[in-house]
């Protein structure tokens, strides 16, 4: 262990070990209730405690640990025992402790699977990159079919799905096809709505919000011209997309602002509002 960071942990688990002790006698219910989370670090002397710590991940959590209990201390140490806060904190924290410890779901997502993926990627950032892949053949007309299936992520090919997906693009009689599938840039809007949807519903999780129902309605305005080359000023694909949720839920109003802005951490709604760079490549 570096000298610095042992400096720094041993300074921090004397202040953590008298902020227990202060938190115990002046408003016993949060002292326990924080002795509970922290409890080891009454049983372990800090060489016991360094000696136990095997990696950088490690490390950031302890210092994690007690940067908590120092602002819990901080915050809540003027707080009385018997008062109205201190009680409906008490009650808070209890609940979430039996939600954690039922494994209960939060929007389908467990909040502990969510904790520990992010714990893993900060840990080991190579393992979040993903390459996604689709094959894709013609058929005839305008009917063309793609196969989904393997990936690479997490540090390794993926091999849970047994089976591909497999999607029929097509286009309408208007546009010269027969109806087989829906159109590409049918399936942009399709992506941009699941995308935009999971995300909401997951950083909402991870922060504890639940909502109830996530719904939404997407349009797309395009000029066939640019694509059928009859005006070089219209460009080829969608002019505007415009989205629109409705979400339903016991929510606050921070929390709404919340989930407004966590739609726009969609990796699809990055796709379409930033241009990524294309490869394309021809063998014949």
């Known amino acids: ?6 400096i720094s942990l041993f300074t921090n688990f004397r202040y953590l070990k ?8 002046d408003f016993s219910p949060f002292g326990m209730l924080l002795a509970n989370g922290v409890g080891m670090f009454n049983q372990l002397n800090f060489n016991t405690m360094k000696n136990s710590i095997k990696n950088q991940f490690a490390q950031k959590a302890i210092l994690g640990l007690m940067l908590v209990a120092t602002a819990f201390h901080m915050g809540m140490a003027h707080i009385h025992p018997d008062s109205k ?11 979430d402790e039996k939600k954690k410890s039922k494994g209960e779901m939060i ?9 520990g993926t992010v714990e893993v990627l900060q840990a080991d950032p190579s393992l979040a990159k993903f390459e996604f892949r689709v094959s894709n053949k013609w058929i005839k007309g305008g009917h063309n079919r793609s196969h989904i299936q393997g990936f690479y992520g997490a540090g390794q090919e993926d091999t849970s799905r047994k089976k591909p997906f497999v999607y029929d693009n097509s286009e309408p009689p208007v546009l010269l096809g027969n109806n087989e599938g829906a159109n590409p840039v049918e399936y942009i809007l399709h992506g941009l709505a699941g995308c935009m949807t999971t995300t909401i519903a997951l950083h909402a999780a991870a922060h504890g919000i639940e909502v109830d129902s996530i719904e939404s309605k997407l ?9 059928l080359g009859l005006n070089d000023q219209v460009r080829n694909g969608y002019q505007q997309i415009r989205v629109s949720f409705e979400i339903k839920g016991n929510l606050t109003q ?7 802005s966590f739609a726009r951490k969609s990796p699809v709604f990055d796709i379409v509002t930033n241009k990524v760079p294309v490869v394309v ?3 014949f």
């Not at 008298?18 to 006698?25: G, H, I, Q």
């Not at 009680?87 to 924290?93: D, I």
Request: proline residues 4%; glycine residues 8%.
């Open 18 to 25: 008298n902020s227990l002790r202060a938190l115990e006698s």
């Open 219 to 227: 349009e797309g305005d395009m000029d066939a011209q640019g694509f």
């Open 254 to 260: 921070e929390q709404k602002m919340k989930l407004e």
């Open 281 to 283: 490549g021809f063998q």
């Open 1 to 6: 262990m570096k000298p610095a960071l042992e």
């Open 107 to 115: 929007n389908g997502f467990n909040p502990a699977d969510i904790v």
């Open 85 to 95: 806060e201190a009680k409906e904190a008490l009650a808070n924290s209890e609940d």
